[in-house]
């Protein structure tokens, strides 16, 4: 499966953007999927993962309250809203894809990624 992940930008603090991660190749509807995200001179730490099931989520606590992921399985897309959004959410942002339908934290549990989109949010 192919993942292509957008919407990223430049936004200031307090601002939302909305990103995207489309699959190709394959329907990932059943399998849970994941944002993670990387900053410079840092490892890629987890974001939000939502289930392949029954739309369960899971939230990192830094981004909780503020962000929002979701599906659209008819799309073959998922959704990361991004909310009051601060400096130190400034990153590379990723989706990835699971083999299975269950919820993960770990990069190393999901099998396929996207290219990765850029959010820069300026103080």
């Known amino acids: 499966v192919q993942l292509q992940a957008s919407g990223g930008g430049l936004v200031q603090t307090g601002g939302s953007l909305r990103l995207s991660c489309a699959a190709s190749?394959?329907?990932?509807?059943?399998?849970?999927v994941g944002w993670f995200r990387q900053a410079p001179g840092k490892d890629r730490e987890f974001v939000a993962a939502?289930?392949?099931?029954?739309?369960?989520?899971t939230y990192a606590d830094s981004v909780k309250g503020r962000f929002a992921i979701s599906r659209d399985n008819a799309k073959n897309t998922v959704y990361l809203q991004m909310n009051s959004l601060k400096p130190e959410d400034t990153a590379v942002y990723y989706c990835?894809?699971?083999?299975?339908?269950?919820?993960?934290?770990?990069?190393?549990?999901?099998?396929?990624w996207g290219q990765g989109t850029q959010v820069t949010v300026s103080s």
């Open positions: 990835a894809v699971r083999g299975t339908t269950y919820l993960g934290t770990r990069p190393n549990l999901y099998r396929y």
């Open positions: 190749g394959r329907t990932f509807s059943g399998y849970a």
């Open positions: 939502i289930s392949g099931s029954d739309g369960g989520t």
